[in-house]
Each structure stands twice: as structure tokens, then as C-alpha cells.
Nanobody, 128 residues
Framework: QVQLVESGGGLVQAGDSLRLSCAAS????????MGWFRQAPGKEREFVAA????????DYAGSVKGRFTISRDNAKNTVYLQMSSLKPEDTANYYC?????????????????????WGQGTQVTVSS
């Protein structure tokens, strides 16, 4: 199993940048595909970005592509989400998720149900 703790959220203005971190503990971090999802009030949780076990593959939602960057440091058991040019519509609770994957090192997924473990979330609020 793995435990996930997000940090780095906060209140920012439109156009600002913010970096979220997700620290993992437990099983070997490099055996997990990692993802970021977000959920705004009254909306369903949605995919934001995903990264493969060693960072060789990434995937982004169209709404954040070119503005957000996902990365990971397996030595620090941490995955990051660098967010730039933030917009009010990026306001949401951001969740880190992990999927155990001992096989395909390039595997990434946008599907919520494919992820086995979730953090508690960190709130990002972007004011206009």
C-alpha cells in the first residue's frame, strides 16, 4: 500500500503560478503510475495529468495542456504539479492518486477507477 499527502495549495490570482506536491510513503514509489485529479464544487472529479513510473510518459487534460506540468522525483517519493497561467476555472480541490503498476513502465491513465490510492486533497483557489 501507499499513503499520499498533498500540499502546496492556496489562494492565488489569475495568471499566477503554483506548485503542488504529493509525498508518498509505503511501497516502492517507482512501482506506481501517478495522477492528479481535481474536483470543483458541484462537479465530478476530473483528470488533470498523469505520469508513468519513471516519468517517461505523461498525459494532460486538454484544459491544462501547455499550462500545467507533471513531474516526479522517485528518490524523494514525490510527484509534482507545476501550474502556470492559472485561471479562475482551475479552482478546485486537487487530488493525488496512485496506481500500482509492476509491468508497463510507460503506462498512464485518465480513468479515475484505475487508481488504487488517493490523497486527501489540497485546495486551489484562483481569484479573477
Amino acid at each position: 500500500q501507499v499513503q499520499l499527502v498533498e500540499s502546496g495549495g492556496g489562494l492565488v490570482q489569475a495568471g499566477d503560478s503554483l506548485r503542488l506536491s504529493c509525498a508518498a510513503s509505503g511501497r516502492t514509489f517507482s512501482t506506481y503510475t501517478m495522477g492528479w485529479f481535481r474536483q470543483a464544487p458541484g462537479k465530478e472529479r476530473e483528470f488533470v495529468a498523469a505520469i508513468s513510473r519513471y516519468g517517461g510518459s505523461t498525459d494532460y487534460a486538454g484544459s491544462v495542456k501547455g499550462r500545467f506540468t507533471i513531474s516526479r522525483d522517485n528518490a524523494k517519493n514525490t510527484v509534482y504539479l507545476q501550474m502556470s497561467s492559472l485561471k479562475p476555472e482551475d479552482t478546485a480541490n486537487y487530488y493525488c492518486a496512485a496506481r500500482f503498476n509492476s509491468g508497463d513502465s510507460d503506462y498512464v491513465s485518465r480513468i479515475i477507477n484505475r487508481y488504487d490510492y488517493w490523497g486527501q486533497g489540497t485546495q486551489v483557489t484562483v481569484s479573477s
